[in-house]
């Protein structure tokens, strides 16, 4: 009965990262390099600029991570990379270093799809288990997931275009607001009105767990227009309040009433849409109202990280599910 160790790595992305994590629950370490800085001048991800400094910085990460973690690279039971869904080019970076390091030190490698590691977040220094249903909302994810036990999803609802986190990017990106959307809109919003602008929801008929993001996107790039054109003054903190009520209105709805037909009485949220407070004072009012048990992961774990990735590859560690070394990156990989 020997503790296990896993060193998870992501780098799906913009964020290169690698973290430790004890018996799937345990953080050691999460040391997380964001590029932000790098791609904010290009008002969005660059995806050859993400795999190069990926490859500048991969190995400091992973160094640090194990130092913090205060273990050895002989220590770790297990070495887990993600191998999508992401960026092709950003992807290959992490998941070679990963593959490269179990083969150097004769350790097993366990591939993870990053919507499982989002949702392995919510396992991270809590008792929190399956069955729940949970809201995957990221820059490049929206799902609705049942988890029924570890490993074990059923899909019940994503979006049909834009992704949640990518809406607040482009309408942040509208606004003139700057790079990434979601904190930007969320301090904005504070100094605005929410019910100023009525704007359109997609998919909103009882039992459909899909999304659309995109007619809420161009239904504010219009309104900005329309404005322009009239000469009219546009208030961005209205819009931005506005905007992030309708997607949190969306969000908060479906995940609810995912819950509601799987007779489930707990949830979860994760992705780095997840860290918005409006989303998380929202979910709580009404899972309160309904008897419904709300986990939430710490903010910190919920962008990407390599602490959700270890996370996940720890169940499959343990059922002995593991990589062989000829895994490649799939960038549409599915859950
Ligand atoms: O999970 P993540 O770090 O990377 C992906 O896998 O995509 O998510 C990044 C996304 C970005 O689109 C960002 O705008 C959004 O999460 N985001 C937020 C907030 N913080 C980050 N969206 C809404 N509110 C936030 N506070
Ligand atoms: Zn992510």
């Known amino acids: 009965n020997k503790d296990t160790i896993i060193l998870g790595i992501e780098s799906s992305c913009d964020e290169t990262a690698a973290g430790v994590v004890k018996n799937g629950k345990e953080v050691l370490s999460n040391v997380i390099y964001s590029q932000i800085e790098v791609h904010k001048k290009y008002g969005g991800v660059v995806p050859e600029i993400a795999s190069?400094?990926?490859?500048?910085?991969?190995?400091?990460?992973?160094?640090?991570?194990?130092?913090?973690?205060?273990?050895t690279l002989d220590e770790v039971d297990a070495i887990a990379a993600t191998y999508g869904p992401g960026l092709v080019g950003a992807l290959l970076v992490g998941l070679s270093y990963g593959k490269a390091l179990a083969y150097a030190k004769n350790k097993p490698f366990i591939g993870v799809n990053h919507i499982e590691g989002h949702i392995a977040a919510n396992y991270l220094g809590s008792e929190f288990a399956p069955p729940f249903v949970c809201l995957v909302a990221s820059g490049g994810h929206s799902h609705i997931v049942f988890v029924k036990d570890y490993g074990e999803y059923e899909v019940m609802g994503q979006t049909m275009d834009d992704a949640a986190g990518e809406a607040f990017d482009k309408v942040a990106r509208a606004l003139g607001l700057g790079y990434p959307g979601g904190p930007v809109i969320e301090r904005a919003a504070k100094l605005g009105n929410m019910e100023a602008i009525e704007f359109p929801k997609s998919f909103m008929e009882e039992g459909n767990f899909d999304f659309s993001f995109s007619g809420l996107k161009t239904a504010v790039l219009n309104y900005l227009n329309r404005q322009k054109q009239r000469g009219e003054d546009v208030n961005i903190y209205d819009v931005a309040a506005s905007f992030q009520?309708?997607?949190?209105?969306?969000?908060?709805?479906?995940?609810?009433?995912?819950?509601?037909?799987?007779?489930?009485?707990?949830?979860?949220?994760?992705?780095?849409?997840?860290?918005?407070?409006?989303?998380?004072?929202?979910?709580?009012?009404?899972?309160?109202?309904?008897?419904?048990?709300?986990?939430?992961?710490?903010k910190i774990y919920c962008t990407d990280n390599g602490a959700m990735i270890a996370a996940a590859a720890y169940y499959d560690f343990i059922k002995g599910k593991t990589s062989g070394l000829d895994l490649n990156a799939i960038p549409y990989l599915k859950i």
């Not at 190069?52 to 913090?68: D, F, N, Q, Y």
């Not at 007779?263 to 309160?288: Q, T, W, Y």
């Open 52 to 71: 190069r400094k990926h490859i500048e910085v991969i190995s400091t990460v992973v160094v640090e991570a194990l130092e913090k973690a205060k273990v």
């Open 245 to 298: 009520k309708n997607v949190v209105d969306v969000l908060a709805k479906k995940l609810i009433d995912a819950a509601k037909v799987k007779k489930i009485d707990k949830i979860s949220i994760a992705g780095g849409v997840a860290s918005n407070s409006l989303l998380r004072e929202r979910l709580k009012e009404e899972a309160d109202a309904k008897g419904i048990k709300i986990h939430y992961p710490n």
